[in-house]
């Protein structure tokens, strides 16, 4: 989603400000923006091209300045226009960016108008730096902020400076994530700190309702009520390494192949499956759950309805599995005794969170987060969480926070199953082997790449492709299918396979390539008979065929030889082959892998 990066220093700040807008634009973006002060005076410069054309602007022009702003915008409001790009200026005086939406700003745009505010752009944000403005006389910059921040209803980050006040940026939040970064003489804010990496590796994580005042020498935070509060300061080295690209040519192709490590340290000391590892008063709420209902969005949606097969076979425990924009839009029935699961890989996912404090206000008190942001706002809303260790993820297509993802479900399924007495202590220990064997058998499945290749040189040249699952691997040709059209560009669908002759089956013909993914489980010869009925048709079959499912190449099928079965890990197993598959097609087709069109890593608005 949108971009912020701020600096304010003894020293010009412009590559600062252009090194972190190109560090963010894995987030995906139309429009960006650099605004610094300079002599007194507010510069401003916008593009609706990439960061690149936008560095060049501020070169040629000859922009420097010790205090700036600059932004990365994903149109809602307003079409991505000039115009309509941050820094966002109120009279030539004061300087705006912001992420998120105001959802009361057409009442205050009307009043603003009405006191003689002009209003160039279609933007929600404009309301907010006029709105600043407005409130400037008798007042400083933080504490028109604050006056201002009262009267937004909505989600937002901001970043402000005030051309009058030329030795403090003041940044706000409010169900958008900021944070500041400390430096040597120096200070920041942004939206991601992997924004700042190459200034310091010093952060400040702020809440929601905080409001910071920044000088050069110090950062001054304020909370909701207006108290002065001291935000734990956290020292965040390892995330050089994860903006590093090394020797891959993408990101999405670096995090692909991070799995089988990420996947490790995720499960690290947590395959004792004890209740304890999802929070101190975890074993008094699990004992007490007996539902289960798991909120989320996108690919860790499809984590969630993994975890349904998984918690109802193994664990025994009724499941429902709800996209989160929807469930806060209808009527549903609360039961005291849910555990209701938010999955997120930022934590910062609006609907996700929203969906959260519905199932709250509902009440619904035994809430659990899987997350991949210790200090996001999803971690800080749940009694309980559980914390991959994915490591930072920079390609928009989820990769490895999808597999940490279904890692952190199987060890509370395994948890809750032992609780239950559903799993006795051998089939525990089968289940901790293979959790700890997962490493070892991703890295066959990275193996086959070269494969995959071949496959991806024909998927290339295709428009539409169908996937095809049955049970828990259903989700994941689900998975295979979001992957492929990310990135890709490729219209792709997926089905339970049984489902194909209620519809999907008319769409078969020898153009279009059919993925089905084969496991060695009790449905396999029911897949045999739904492949069947796509080879009678012409059908071209791309099979993920695990040992012994008596699966061959031959015309019309393309069988691909899993490495092993890992009973109801398998899901891991193969998704890594479809997002390997998905990456290679893309780069066959020659498209932005990392940063795919119209679409955002972290989706902070509704």
């Known amino acids: 989603m949108c971009g912020i990066v ?8 412009v590559p600062v400000l252009v090194e972190g807008l190109k560090r963010l634009e894995y987030r995906g973006y139309d429009s960006c923006g650099i605004a610094v002060l300079a002599n007194g005076a507010a510069r401003r410069a916008r593009s609706v091209a990439r960061v ?13 300045g010790s205090i700036g702003l600059a932004h990365t915008r994903w149109a809602t409001h307003g079409a991505p226009v000039t115009d309509n790009a941050h820094p966002i200026f109120s009279r030539e005086t004061v300087a705006l960016v912001h992420n998120g939406i105001i959802e009361n700003h057409e009442a205050l745009r009307n009043n603003l108008s009405a006191q003689g505010y002009t209003f160039v752009s279609q933007t929600d944000s404009e309301v907010i730096a006029h709105l600043i403005h407005s ?4 007042k400083n910059l933080v504490n028109a902020v604050r006056a201002a921040v009262q009267q937004l209803h909505g989600a937002f980050a901001i970043a402000v400076f005030n051309s009058a006040e030329p030795h403090c940026i003041v940044g706000a939040r409010h169900g958008s994530p900021l944070v500041i ?3 040597d003489d120096a200070h920041f804010l942004a939206s991601d700190a992997i924004a700042l990496v190459s200034e310091t590796e010093r952060f400040i994580f702020l809440e929601d309702g905080d409001i910071a005042e920044l000088t050069v020498d110090a950062a001054h935070i304020t909370d909701s009520n207006n108290a002065r509060v001291e935000r734990e300061m956290r020292v965040l080295a390892a995330i050089h390494q994860a903006s590093a690209l090394g020797p891959y040519q993408h990101f999405m192709q670096k995090e692909i192949f ?19 590892c999802f929070g101190g008063h975890a074993p008094s709420v699990f004992e007490r759950i007996d539902r289960v209902l798991i909120l989320a969005c996108g690919s860790s949606y499809y984590a969630g309805l993994t975890a349904k097969y998984w918690l109802e076979s193994i664990a025994a425990l009724p499941t429902q599995v709800e996209i989160a924009s929807e ?29 959260l404090k519905h199932a709250q206000a509902l009440g619904h008190i035994h809430t659990l987060a899987i997350c991949n942001a210790a200090t996001s706002a999803l971690v800080r809303q749940t009694a309980l969480s559980f914390l991959t260790d994915a490591g930072v993820e920079i390609g928009v297509a989820s990769t490895k926070a999808f597999t ?29 082997q293979r959790l700890r064997h997962l490493p070892v058998a991703l890295n066959r499945v990275l193996a086959l790449e070269p494969n995959l290749i071949a496959w991806a040189d024909t998927f290339a040249s295709k428009e539409n492709a169908l996937f095809l699952g049955r049970g828990m691997h259903y989700p994941i040709a689900l998975e295979g299918a979001l992957k492929l059209k990310e990135i890709s560009y490729i219209h792709a669908e997926a089905y339970p396979a049984g489902e194909l002759k209620h519809g999907p089956l008319a769409l078969v013909t020898d153009a279009m390539p059919v993925v089905a993914i084969a496991p060695n489980d009790a449905l396999l010869e029911k897949l045999k008979s739904n492949l069947h009925e796509v080879r009678a048709r012409g059908g071209q079959l791309y099979v993920l065929a695990e040992p012994d499912t008596q699966i061959e190449s031959d015309a019309g099928v393309h069988a691909m030889r899993m ?10 197993l193969h998704v890594v082959a479809l997002q390997l598959l998905a990456y290679h097609t893309a780069r066959a087709r020659g498209t932005d892998i990392d940063k795919p069109r119209n679409l955002a890593k972290s989706v902070t608005v509704e």
């Open 6 to 13: 701020s600096a304010i220093a003894q020293r010009n700040i």
């Open 135 to 138: 409130l400037l006389p008798g």
């Open 258 to 276: 991070a799995q089988p490590r990420a996947l490790a340290d995720t499960i690290s000391e947590r395959d004792s499956f004890l209740p304890v």
């Open 327 to 355: 469930y806060r839009y209808r009527d549903s029935v609360p039961h005291p005794d849910t555990l209701v699961i938010a999955i997120s890989q930022s934590g910062e996912t609006a609907d996700t969170l929203a969906a």
């Open 181 to 183: 970064g400390v430096g």
């Open 404 to 432: 940490t993802q279904l890692a952190a479900l199987f060890v509370l399924t395994v948890t809750l199953g032992k609780l239950r007495a559903r799993v006795p202590s051998s089939t525990e220990d089968i289940y901790r």
């Open 563 to 572: 490495p092993e079965h890992e009973g109801p890990l398998s899901p891991l």
């Open 52 to 64: 690149e054309d936008l560095a060049a602007q501020v070169k040629n022009a000859g922009f420097a």
